[in-house]
């Protein structure tokens, strides 16, 4: 209890001794690389999801407010959208069949959103090296279309904790962060069809650990251009099991573990006001 009421009055004390303030808002282009697995229980592949970066594309974008504190130190409230859409090559097998993994190769639809709001200290150092300390609140989303007949779509919350540490140089920067999401409240939904109402399962888990390499240029007081590769670890574990109806006959539907190693690359700007 002590340590908080320290850090808060750490906090507030930076605040109203704060030098100046800014605003400022990055839009980008994104490429987005899936590697998505199912396993069943004996971790064999169930099916699978690859594309390369032309097929997943979409934006960023994301608007900062910026609060000098003592000593150069800054801190940064943040608000990100992020949508990407495009095509996947889908392996697997159909419901049922008794061919397995690979008998069945087709083209799913996908739409991700992921959005967040985070807060984020950044510690200034006199040879250009800064480290930053961030934690958020964050909301993602899949919609994975199968065939029109059969949609998922993948939804949780997050609680996001990051580091990372840059170094700059005149008017170049380049660093390194690590990001961990731990999903909230973890769905699966497969949408209604003409037997079955909206299906929602639990799943036990949805996390992410993320790697960012950005590089920055600023080109003047009011814009900068950047340069990021983001590699990316997801997990899901195994849901429970809800009711379902198959070509009339009752069953039990479930989303198995799967993992997720997707890699994004962003080309944008920071326009400062």
């Given at each position: 209890?002590k340590f908080?009421?320290?850090?808060?009055?750490?906090f507030l004390s930076g605040?109203?001794s704060a030098?100046?303030?800014?605003?400022?808002?990055s839009?980008?282009l994104?490429?987005?690389?899936m590697?998505?697995?199912?396993?069943?229980?004996?971790?064999?592949i169930?099916?699978s999801e690859e594309?390369n970066f032309?097929?997943?594309t979409?934006?960023?974008f994301t608007f900062?407010?910026?609060?000098?504190?003592?000593?150069?130190?800054?801190m940064?409230?943040s608000a990100n959208l992020?949508l990407?859409?495009?095509?996947t090559e889908?392996?697997g097998?159909?419901i049922?069949?008794e061919?397995?993994?690979?008998?069945?190769v087709e083209?799913?639809k996908n739409i991700?959103?992921?959005s967040?709001v985070?807060?984020?200290?950044?510690?200034?150092?006199?040879?250009g090296v800064?480290?930053?300390?961030?934690?958020?609140?964050?909301y993602r989303?899949?919609r994975r279309e199968?065939?029109?007949?059969q949609i998922?779509?993948?939804?949780w919350?997050?609680?996001?904790?990051?580091?990372?540490?840059?170094y700059?140089?005149?008017n170049?920067s380049?660093?390194?962060g690590?990001e961990?999401?731990?999903?909230v409240?973890?769905t699966?939904t497969?949408?209604?069809?003409?037997e079955?109402p909206?299906?929602?399962?639990n799943l036990?888990s949805?996390?992410?650990?993320?790697l960012?390499l950005?590089?920055?240029?600023?080109l003047?007081e009011?814009l900068?251009l950047f340069?990021e590769?983001i590699?990316q670890?997801?997990t899901?574990e195994?849901?429970?099991?809800?009711?379902?109806?198959?070509?009339?006959?009752?069953t039990r539907v479930?989303?198995?573990?799967?993992t997720?190693?997707?890699?994004?690359?962003k080309?944008?700007?920071v326009f400062?006001?």
């Amino acid at each position: 209890m002590k340590f908080f009421l320290v850090f808060i009055l750490f906090f507030l004390s930076g605040v109203l001794s704060a030098k100046e303030s800014g605003f400022s808002l990055s839009a980008a282009l994104v490429g987005m690389s899936m590697d998505y697995r199912e396993y069943d229980d004996s971790d064999y592949i169930l099916d699978s999801e690859e594309s390369n970066f032309g097929e997943m594309t979409g934006g960023d974008f994301t608007f900062v407010y910026t609060e000098a504190l003592v000593s150069d130190n800054y801190m940064e409230l943040s608000a990100n959208l992020g949508l990407i859409a495009g095509e996947t090559e889908y392996v697997g097998s159909y419901i049922d069949s008794e061919l397995g993994y690979g008998s069945v190769v087709e083209r799913t639809k996908n739409i991700i959103f992921d959005s967040s709001v985070e807060y984020e200290f950044n510690q200034v150092f006199e040879n250009g090296v800064e480290l930053s300390y961030g934690i958020g609140l964050g909301y993602r989303s899949w919609r994975r279309e199968l065939s029109p007949s059969q949609i998922e779509v993948y939804t949780w919350y997050s609680l996001r904790q990051k580091t990372a540490i840059s170094y700059s140089l005149k008017n170049f920067s380049f660093g390194a962060g690590f990001e961990y999401q731990h999903g909230v409240n973890p769905t699966m939904t497969i949408l209604a069809d003409y037997e079955n109402p909206d299906t929602t399962v639990n799943l036990r888990s949805a996390n992410i650990v993320e790697l960012t390499l950005p590089m920055y240029v600023t080109l003047n007081e009011k814009l900068e251009l950047f340069v990021e590769y983001i590699y990316q670890h997801q997990t899901i574990e195994k849901s429970n099991m809800a009711p379902y109806v198959f070509n009339g006959m009752p069953t039990r539907v479930y989303e198995p573990r799967s993992t997720a190693y997707n890699q994004y690359t962003k080309f944008g700007a920071v326009f400062k006001f």
